[in-house]
T-cell receptor, first 116, second 114 residues
Framework: AQTVTQSQPEMSVQEAETVTLSCTYD???????LFWYKQPPSRQMILVIR??????QNATENRFSVNFQKAAKSFSLKISDSQLGDAAMYFC?????????????FGKGITLSVRP | NAGVTQTPKFQVLKTGQSMTLQCAQD?????MSWYRQDPGMGLRLIHY???????DQGEVPNGYNVSRSTTEDFPLRLLSAAPSQTSVYFC?????????????FGSGTRLTVV
């Protein structure tokens, strides 16, 4: 079974600084997707960034980028130029690419606070 | 607007009562699922469906029933609510073919069982 581990329950960053959120996962599959979701106080789940395992190039979306290390099964999220609106809970998630078991498996999440 | 609609947004139940959380999507997604979110536990899969008439259990299915009679709807039933079912519930849907790999989430239901 696939597992996703986020070992840091909380992190804090100064506004305009850079922060990295860590995530590791375990799978025997070779073809899968990895995601970072943001959950602000509104409770809505917002997709931040996604990475296909077969792509070696790290995904980037504006201020958000990932460091994907397939061999190490590591998938960290870097937030540059942190803004107050980035304060939220962030979840790392895994999904097998195809098949009947292509469920989304989440880590336990990390609460990010941004200091003005 | 297209998306996943969950109702109700909030609910308080007494122990032993039953209720159904509604979930509907209008994107013709084959795959639908229910998650519960508890502090420090992330989101855990309760049940999922890969199409009308097909459902299966996830990680934490006990105390919950589902059915999928249409592509659009995937209700979650609590037959006899327990305080341990106090949680935030999310419905999510996606296409079966992961070439479109995005999940769309509903806005969640906060359920309190007293």
């Amino acid at each position: 079974a696939q597992t996703v581990t986020q070992s840091q329950p909380e992190m804090s960053v100064q506004e305009a600084e850079t922060v990295t959120l860590s995530c590791t996962y375990d799978t025997s599959e070779s073809d899968y997707y990895l995601f970072w979701y943001k959950q602000p106080p509104s409770r809505q789940m917002i997709l931040v960034i996604r990475q296909e395992a077969y792509k070696q190039q790290n995904a980037t979306e504006n201020r958000f980028s990932v460091n994907f290390q397939k061999a190490a099964k590591s998938f960290s999220l870097k937030i540059s130029d942190s803004q107050l609106g980035d304060a939220a809970m962030y979840f790392c998630a895994y999904r097998r690419r195809t098949g009947a078991n292509s469920k989304l498996t989440f880590g336990k999440g990390i609460t990010l606070s941004v200091r003005p | 607007n297209a998306g996943v609609t969950q109702t109700p947004k909030f609910q308080v139940l007494k122990t032993g009562q039953s209720m159904t959380l509604q979930c509907a999507q209008d994107m013709n997604h084959e795959y639908m699922s229910w998650y519960r979110q508890d502090p420090g536990m992330g989101l855990r899969l309760i049940h999922y469906s890969v199409g009308a008439g097909i459902t299966d259990q996830g990680e934490v299915p006990n105390g919950y029933n589902v059915s999928r009679s249409t592509t659009e709807d995937f209700p979650l039933r609590l037959l006899s609510a327990a305080p341990s079912q106090t949680s935030v519930y999310f419905c999510a849907s996606s296409y079966w073919d992961s070439s479109d790999y995005g999940y769309t989430f509903g806005s969640g239901t906060r359920l309190t069982v007293v």
